[in-house]
């Protein structure tokens, strides 16, 4: 039954606090909480210590030399001690049972893709002010939030969704054997918006694995935050992707077996 759950992170820390306290709400809590940082940065740390106490934090950094979060999950995947691992961002709140439903799921060969709901901005300032209390159904269909059809909870398995998922990196749950077997993340994709979950779910799918859909099973919520225009980043990490489709290998060539090579902090 043991998880550990990875939360990547950049300077947010106020909706990391968020996250750690919806994490110690969990009916399963995780075994261990891996906070994967992408910068190196001290004012992080009055946030960690606030929760060490309730959680069993990990906090690996890296220095900050652009986007490199397929690095540092890789470097998470290495600092994990447990064989079920759960991903998600650190601006995403967590429902109670989030932990519970995705390790339910969770069997070796089988990897769980959930989904997410996008808060609209009213409803996230005053979840930022007043906390998690604020994450009301009613509230949130007044304010317009996106996705709100995302936000029922079904613990009935008898109703599931028989969609195909799209994988999303903010909620996913793997085998540490898994990603070992594909080598973990491509650290190719050194540019935010595409890559990171994608490459990994062609290539899960690949291999031969399969894919657990978790819509109205492993629920959270996303604080709203402006988004900067990507897509010239996204049109050049899907002309990445469809290059190495052609070639339709599954274990990538730049991913946990590169980790040797460190940056200088290391």
């Not at 996008?118 to 209390?133: H, I, M, P, Y």
């Not at 062609?202 to 988004?227: C, D, I, P, T």
Request: glycine content about 6%.
């Amino acid at each position: 039954m043991s998880v550990s759950l990875i939360v990547t992170v950049y300077k947010d820390y106020e909706a990391l606090a968020l996250v750690l306290d919806s994490i110690t709400k969990q009916t399963l809590p995780p075994n261990q909480v891996i906070i994967a940082h992408d910068t190196i940065d001290e004012g992080i740390q009055p946030i960690i210590s606030s929760y060490s106490s309730r959680l069993n934090i990990c906090h690996i950094d890296q220095v900050d030399t652009g986007f490199n979060k397929n690095r540092i999950l890789n470097k998470a995947i290495l600092a994990s001690d447990h064989e079920f691992l759960v991903f998600v961002d650190g601006d995403c709140l967590l429902h109670r049972r989030f932990i519970e439903e995705h390790r339910k799921h969770l069997v070796q060969g089988v990897f769980t893709a959930g989904r997410r709901i996008d808060l609209d901005a009213k409803t996230s300032n005053k979840v930022r002010q007043f906390g998690l209390q604020q994450l009301g159904f009613f509230r949130m269909l007044w304010n317009r939030t996106k996705r709100v059809e995302e936000a029922f909870y079904i613990k009935s398995p008898l109703v599931s969704s028989k969609k195909t998922p799209k994988l999303l990196g903010c909620n996913m749950g793997w085998c540490k054997s898994d990603l070992i077997a594909l080598n973990g993340f491509d650290m190719d994709y050194t540019l935010p918006g595409y890559g990171e979950d994608t490459d990994l779910e062609f290539r899960a799918l690949r291999s031969g694995m399969s894919v657990k859909n978790m819509r109205w099973k492993a629920l959270q919520y996303h604080l709203h935050h402006e988004r900067p225009d990507r897509e010239i980043d996204i049109s050049k990490s899907r002309e990445m992707f469809e290059n190495k489709r052609e070639i339709g290998y599954f274990y990538c060539e730049n991913g946990l077996s590169n980790l040797e090579q460190k940056f200088p902090h290391e």
